[in-house]
């Protein structure tokens, strides 16, 4: 009864007084401690009570073990964990959603969302502005930290490691979605699909290290940028950079970006950029300028960059104008600077204010030693000029006819073709960036611009670990354990002016299992095969074992050995030059050549021209060389083709001999008999398609039904 008049007294003093009722409530913030169910610590053993119960300002510092979600923030609060307190949602739905600003979350593992792509199941979502994501650890998450409408947030010092999905199922680490003013800072994200940045201004993001995903960047309408001192490493697309303005891309460590498309970094319809003191080495395109910049008054400008050991330098499609180059250092790459298709190359400027860029495959000369070409540096390579429009032919680059066709350019002035650019200032040295840190690996170790630019102009490049450029690299190829060892082929799709030549083939070859492709000529078997070793780009996947073609390239192809239908040689070299030619691209030793030769019965022919080979000596010299580096699969394509029946029934027990001793073997062939001798299943390619994957008695069967 005291406390029921207590209460009315109470309320008659509000009502008297006109006393807003939530003043007489503590508001001054507090920190409150939740434990974990069965601990002895903490005020609150459950996390969502604990929040029910807080003030706007409250800090809640939750304790180890595992807590259950969803978790829901609606309140300006800081969560703190200690011991390192898992969030578990249990794979179902979104781990924590804040729609209140100003929140903290740091110190947590947050883990195993849902998998619903339509539904956006994320570790965190945010839908508030200056939210703190901080030093969590997202595992099993499908989206990690998703930002919708949340200005001024910052995600920092986070290690994201997304549901290990096939790639186009994943979710993306990191997603900002209409969000200005944010900081992504030093996180560290693997195996992700996409860092999406869209429709957001004045973004900084730096510091970050992404690696194993398709596009470590992906990147719309996003003006006013920065994007410093990241490390994008090991993706399909290094960066990709999409209709903005005004972005500053530097002193990024861009390396070993080689999906379908392999850019280190794609800019479209980008305007006003300026890409500068970045490092772009050993990606498949170093920097690809599509339409860019696409405003008449925009430039976009490369400054101090080096861009070394990429397939290409810089891809530009013709119609791209008003890109500055200045001070960059283009050095080995395979091709310096490729221009899709046969349009005029036009008004784009290779030198600026009297400086051009370093080019190590210049033969100028400096008679004034003032660090610049007396001459312009002229690109014109007469075989670079055939790939524009024949790209196929990227399989003979490093092969003695592409250094007779140049030769042969410049001897005859009559087909020597026009320079794709004239860089009229040409400098003589590598040009070293100013020293500022580009940090290289996880554990943030510095590796200077100077200190690498010092390497190359030696002939050597630092890496971060477990990273050396195949030019190089004086260590042995990876030998994958034979449990390993096996090819597995995924969703693999090929077209050729938008038509399907191989359609979503996919299989698996088990170690010392041979697999024949049959079919009727033109059904895609080598085009299958090309795929397969990346010989030319397509979709899908492809792994020997742990390895992966798009991730992987170097390795993989290390760990594979192809046998070609046509066999070219140089006519002029004798066998055991060019043994020793190949056994250098291979980086194989002498001995193991020559074992070899002594194997396939070719050591008596080691002084003969190869142009005065049988085509049955050929084919086992082809073989050798395909086994220079014990490759555990080897690829051949139609490798009985012009043999003799004695020289066919050899060279057929040979395979059987590695297939035994546990070799995978693939191959196409017309010839049933080769079929039945070696092969252990059949898989039958019809308009591009596997129609039949059957065991070869299964095949055989079949065959004699007419049913195939």
Request: overall charge negative; aromatic content about 8%; some cysteine.
């Amino acid at each position: 009864m005291r406390n029921i008049w207590r209460f009315i007294a109470v309320i008659a003093i509000i009502i008297f007084l006109n006393v807003d009722p939530s003043s007489m409530v503590k508001v001054a913030a507090e920190d409150i401690s939740v434990g974990y169910i069965d601990s002895d610590q903490g005020r609150f053993h459950i996390l969502d009570e604990a929040i029910q119960a807080a003030n706007e300002g409250d800090t809640l510092h939750v304790f180890g073990g595992v807590h259950s979600s969803p978790v829901m923030i609606s309140k300006s609060l800081s969560l703190i964990g200690h011991n390192r307190p898992v969030l578990d949602g249990e794979n179902r739905g979104t781990v924590v959603k804040v729609t209140a600003p100003n929140v903290l979350i740091q110190g947590f593992t947050i883990a195993n969302s849902g998998q619903s792509l339509d539904e956006e199941n994320s570790g965190i979502s945010v839908e508030a502005s200056g939210v703190t994501v901080q030093g969590n650890q997202f595992e099993n998450t499908l989206f990690g930290v998703y930002l919708k409408e949340a200005p001024n947030s910052q995600i920092r010092d986070n290690i994201i490691h997304t549901k290990s999905l096939d790639l186009p199922r994943r979710g993306d680490p990191i997603r900002v979605w209409y969000s200005n003013d944010v900081l992504i800072e030093n996180n560290e994200i693997t195996e992700g699909r996409d860092v999406i940045l869209w429709y957001s201004e004045r973004l900084i993001i730096r510091g970050n290290n992404v690696s194993g995903g398709r596009y470590g960047l992906h990147f719309m309408y996003c003006d006013d940028t920065t994007v410093e001192n990241n490390w994008l490493v090991n993706n399909s697309v290094g960066a990709f950079l999409m209709y903005s303005r005004r972005l500053r891309f530097n002193r990024n460590y861009v390396s070993n970006n080689r999906g379908p498309s392999g850019f280190g970094v794609g800019l479209k319809d980008m305007d006003d950029a300026i890409i500068r003191h970045n490092l772009f080495v050993d990606n498949r395109i170093g920097a690809s300028l599509d339409n860019s910049p696409r405003e008449v008054d925009s430039t976009v400008l490369f400054d101090g960059n080096i861009f070394s050991f990429n397939d290409i330098g810089i891809k530009f499609t013709p119609s791209v104008r008003k890109n500055q180059f200045t001070n960059n250092s283009f050095e080995d790459n395979l091709e310096q600077v490729s221009i899709a298709g046969t349009t005029k190359f036009l008004d784009n400027l290779w030198s600026v204010d009297g400086i051009g860029n370093y080019w190590s495959d210049y033969v100028g000369y400096d008679a004034d030693y003032d660090g610049k070409g007396d001459i312009p540096y002229e690109s014109r390579k007469l075989f670079e000029q055939v790939l524009a429009t024949h790209p196929n032919l990227r399989l003979f680059l490093f092969s003695p006819a592409v250094q007779s066709i140049d030769l042969a350019a410049k001897a005859l002035p009559t087909i020597q073709p026009k320079p794709k650019l004239i860089d009229e200032n040409p400098l003589m040295n590598i040009s070293v960036p100013p020293a500022t840190s580009i940090v290289v690996d996880s554990s943030s170790r510095p590796i200077t611009i100077l200190s690498l630019s010092l390497f190359l102009t030696v002939g050597a490049l630092v890496y971060a670990p477990g990273l050396l450029t195949r030019q190089f690299d004086k260590n042995p190829p990876k030998k994958l354990p034979a449990e390993d060892s096996v090819l597995i082929v995924s969703g693999l799709t090929k077209r050729f002016d938008r038509v399907p030549i191989v359609k979503d083939i996919s299989f698996s070859i088990l170690p010392g299992e041979a697999v024949a492709l049959w079919g009727s000529n033109g059904a895609g078997k080598s085009t299958l095969i090309h795929c397969i070793l990346g010989i030319i780009p397509s979709e899908g996947k492809v792994n020997i074992g742990p390895l992966d073609l798009g991730n992987n390239p170097k390795d993989f192809r290390k760990s594979v050995g192809f046998v070609p239908q046509e066999i070219n040689f140089h006519p002029d070299l004798d066998v055991l030059e060019t043994l020793d030619f190949y056994s250098g691209l291979r980086r194989a030793h002498k001995s193991v050549g020559e074992k070899l030769l002594e194997d396939l019965d070719l050591y008596g022919h080691s002084n003969k021209k190869v142009g005065q080979l049988s085509g049955g000596l050929k084919q086992r010299l082809a073989l050798a060389l395909a086994l220079l580096s014990d490759p555990p699969v080897l690829v051949l394509d139609e490798p009985t083709t012009n043999l003799d029946s004695n020289t066919r029934a050899n060279f057929l027990t040979y395979l059987n001999e590695l297939k035994t001793g546990g070799k995978t073997l693939i191959f196409a062939s017309h010839r049933l008999e080769d079929v039945m001798h070696l092969a252990d299943r059949v898989l039958v390619v019809e308009k591009g398609q596997v129609k039949k994957d059957c065991p070869v008695n299964i095949f055989s069967e079949s065959i004699a039904e007419n049913a195939i």
